[in-house]
């Protein structure tokens, strides 16, 4: 088995038209090892440890398939509906929590397999594609920058996993319908963008940006406009039979197109602090930003001599010049429009990106071919390796000492061992403590909850909405400006919730030391020392 293909495999990209030429065997021999050596570690390595790498929002997820799988309907807290969340990836996790009943954390241990699985089969479709387009030792390098830099982060138990498969089948999709006329093939692409969008919302730049292209191909093609402006249409049709339903399911079941989640997040059509969208980007996100942006305006600066060239090579630069407009304005968006509740795992578009986007220049500095181009190409292979693998472990080894997730997960197993199985809680980042305390926990953040909440925080009234709802504990994470609170030094606490969707405080909670039921020992969350306490509800009489 080779692990570097031969000189003769690099080929130039100009000239070469789509091929059938299969990935090397190296490329399903490291899927295989990604896949295995991943989902050991998740099935294996101690709990608290997989719990670092699932943000706190995963766990609103498991939690709603856990309540639908059981026909509790749509709920977190079991309480009240809600539709805050990408549907996509419920739908999958649905029929999971439905075949197997297993305990919280091997049901998590099940889903973050299932995801590895889903990426694997991303990178197989990809590389698949890839090698038809380039040379197999170029299909290779990208595969390797997918495997450390997208398939190991992007196993976090949100819906990023779906959403990377969905964006290589609609690469897959477009190949199958470029520099051809097939009805059924062009209405398959629209609706496999239409999987894209339903996989992440706001994903809907990229069937915007393919229709724009398309449709300004079809305004400079004279011959041809009408039945280029009818794939046009077959593509849109595609994509808005996919999307349209759910949305008029929103508007009809909850009062709003856009789900709970996306409403609160969203400043539209205030613009918003653009300080913010910049600060959650991270280091990898703002690589395939700018990488994005670099290649749009390669494509606009080549748009008039953009026509000739093989298919696969004019096929591959329409695809990504659709992908970086797509991130464009993404990021357009949340720069202007995005205020709050923004993390990494939104940008992995933007890293799959630059795992794809490397391909063409790969292709064109291993040609023509040689013993120093081999020797060039073997020396970058090993590097990525290297600092992949460095990069990977550093994301697996996170201290627990710091991370407030095992503070709220040893706090759910203290709920879960010591209240009433039908005791209701309310608690702001109530994921964790939501799914694995195995109670009834309504989110105060309103995410996952409804517009019945966001009205009772802007009409003063939580404390008569707790009462209704039947709360009998409130729970805080952290405590970053009361460090009396934080040394249990204190008689009262006041808190009060803001609304998100209206901007405004909900009225106040008085909260007693002698009212404590549950006390951690210090931690940190981020660079506070702090607390999680879990307080009794006096219930009037």
């Known amino acids: 088995m080779r692990v570097f293909a031969r000189d003769d495999e690099a080929l130039p990209v100009d000239g070469r038209p789509m091929n059938e030429q299969r990935p090397s065997n190296a490329s399903y021999l490291l899927v295989a090892a990604a896949f295995l050596a991943l989902s050991l570690f998740f099935l294996l390595a ?61 049901m998590c241990r099940i889903v973050l397999v299932l995801q590895v699985a889903i990426l694997a089969a991303a990178a197989l479709v990809l590389n698949a594609l890839l ?37 290589a089948l609609a690469f897959r999709a477009g190949a199958g319908v470029f520099g ?53 249409l077959r593509v849109a049709a ?45 280091k990898r996100g703002l ?20 026509r000739g060239g093989a298919d696969g090579l004019r096929y591959y630069r329409a695809a990504m010049t659709a992908m970086a407009c797509a991130i464009l304005l993404h990021f357009a968006h949340a720069l202007l429009f995005m205020k709050w509740a923004v993390f990494g795992w939104h940008y992995v578009p ?32 090993v590097a990525i390796s290297a600092v992949g693998c460095v990069v990977v472990v550093r994301g697996l080894d996170r201290p627990l000492e710091g991370d407030w997730r095992q503070a709220s997960y040893a706090a759910a197993r ?34 996952v909850n409804n517009l ?11 404390r008569g909405y707790l009462a209704i709802k039947g709360v009998d504990y409130l729970v805080q994470h952290a405590f970053w400006d009361r460090p009396d609170v934080t040394g249990g030094d204190y008689d009262t606490l006041g808190v009060s919730y803001r609304s998100r969707l209206y901007e405004c405080e909900s009225d106040r909670l008085v909260l007693s030391k002698s009212d404590e039921a549950y006390r951690s020992g210090l931690y940190f969350d981020g660079p506070y020392e702090t607390v999680f306490v879990i307080w009794r509800i006096r219930r009037a009489a």
Request: glycine share 8%.
């Open 414 to 447: 203290w709920a879960r061992e010591n209240t009433d199985p039908n005791a209701v809680f309310a608690m702001k980042d109530a994921g964790n403590f939501g799914y694995f305390s195995e109670r009834r926990v309504i989110n105060l953040d309103g995410v």
């Open 350 to 381: 933007y890293v799959l990106f630059g795992a794809v986007a490397i391909c063409e220049p790969a292709e064109r500095f291993l040609a023509p071919p040689g013993p120093r181009r081999r020797a060039l190409y073997r020396i970058s292979v």
């Open 46 to 106: 101690g709990f608290e440890r997989v719990l670092t790498v699932i943000p706190d929002d995963a766990a609103y997820y498991f939690k709603i398939a856990e309540n639908a799988s059981a026909g509790r309907g749509l709920t977190f807290d079991g309480i009240g509906r809600t539709n805050g969340f990408q549907p996509l990836w419920l739908a999958v996790l649905v029929p999971v929590y439905r075949a197997i009943h297993g305990a919280p954390e091997t």
């Open 131 to 167: 090698a038809r387009l380039f040379s197999r030792r170029t299909a290779l390098a990208s595969l390797l920058l997918f495997l450390f830099f997208v398939l190991v982060p992007a196993a976090n138990g949100m819906e990023s996993a779906i959403l990377v498969l969905f964006l």
């Open 238 to 282: 595609g994509a808005a039979a996919i999307v349209l339903p759910y949305l008029v399911y929103n508007e009809t079941s909850f009062g709003a197109v856009m789900p709970i989640s996306g409403l609160l997040k969203s400043s539209f059509p205030k613009i918003s602090d653009p300080a913010y969208a910049l600060s959650t980007l991270g």
């Open 287 to 306: 690589a395939g930003l700018l990488l994005a942006a670099g290649y749009a305006a390669y494509a606009l600066a080549r748009f008039r001599s953009a």
């Open 180 to 232: 051809r006329r097939d009805p059924k093939r062009e209405l398959l692409l629209g609706m496999t963008l239409g999987l894209v969008v339903l996989s992440r919302l706001d994903m809907i730049f990229l069937p915007v940006a393919v229709g724009a292209g398309l449709f300004a191909n079809a305004l400079g093609a004279r011959g041809e406009r009408r039945a280029r402006l009818a794939r046009t």
């Open 452 to 462: 019945e909440y966001q009205a009772a925080l802007r009409e003063k009234n939580l």
